[in-house]
């Protein structure tokens, strides 16, 4: 545990450089922020997770801001999928909370959320989606009621580990076809909204709660200025990396933290 204000000084670097590092990488920083605030800040399960959340909050409005610029706001995706994880993060943060308060059942929770998408994150080749010079292609449909009852699986993934979901959201609408531009804005604009109802519910629970499981305000608030700062500057500096090399080292990252949990939470 860090001293008082190092805790905050600590989340600001530590989330510039993570968000700087997974944005070309095109994941979200709140992925691997939960395991250095574990590991590293201290922060006590459960309210690790609605700190991470509370980082979403604070890092995502910047992106919002600029789609809105550009007359992008997501339309009716956006609210299809805000209409599941809403519901979706009040049920995983209850699960947290009641079922998961412990930080060694957690420790399998992140095991199990950081290796599949390490995996993923590897064996996904740079720019395998559709772009927006890319000849078009029909969208492979998902119908609503899935794709809402989809959206509340990703919520409640979000309301248990700590992420809004887009990053999950996301790669799964690209693929069936939709375009890019559509799915950023509307994938983003759930991730906040999910944020703010996962922090609000912690923050509810919190009251009853035997545990602590109200967020880190101060902490939250830190990362997510980091998060903000490094998500610029990892966008900004994109197109001068080897993403194909980002992406696998990412990887390899990724998956290593998820074996040294996965390991912790069998011993």
């Not at 691997?32 to 201290?42: A, D, K, M, R």
């Not at 993923?120 to 119908?143: E, F, K, N």
């Not at 794709?147 to 992420?163: E, F, H």
Request: charged share 10%; hydrophobic share 55%.
């Amino acid at each position: 545990m860090l001293g008082p204000g190092w805790t905050e000084l600590v989340a600001l670097a530590a989330a510039y450089v993570i968000a700087a590092l997974a944005t070309p990488a095109g994941i979200s920083g709140a992925v691997l922020l939960l395991p250095f605030q574990v590991s590293v800040l201290g922060t006590p399960s459960p309210a690790v997770t609605p700190t991470n959340l509370l980082y979403n909050i604070v890092a995502t409005p910047g992106g919002l801001y600029r789609y809105w610029r550009q007359h992008q706001t997501g339309g009716r995706l956006a609210l299809v999928l805000i209409g599941g994880t809403v519901p979706g993060v009040i049920a995983g943060s209850v699960i947290r909370v009641e079922l998961l308060p412990s930080a060694s059942v957690f420790d399998l929770v992140v095991a199990a959320v950081l290796i599949p998408l390490g995996t993923v994150i590897a064996l996904t080749r740079p720019g395998s989606g559709p772009q927006h010079d890319a000849p078009s292609r029909p969208p492979r449909v998902i119908p609503v009621p899935v794709l809402v009852a989809l959206a509340v699986a990703v919520g409640c993934v979000g309301g248990v580990y700590g992420i809004g979901g887009g990053s999950i959201l996301a790669p799964i609408l690209v693929g069936t076809g939709r375009k890019p531009a559509e799915v950023a804005p509307a994938a983003l604009a759930a991730t906040f909204v999910t944020s703010v109802a996962g922090v609000i519910t912690f923050t509810i629970l919190a009251l009853h709660a035997h545990v602590p499981a109200a967020p880190d305000w101060p902490t939250g608030i830190a990362l997510g200025i980091g998060g903000l700062a490094g998500a610029y500057t990892g966008a900004r500096v994109q197109s001068r990396l080897p993403e194909l090399l980002i992406r696998r080292v990412m990887a390899v990252l990724v998956v290593a933290i998820g074996v040294r949990y996965l390991i912790a939470g069998l011993l």
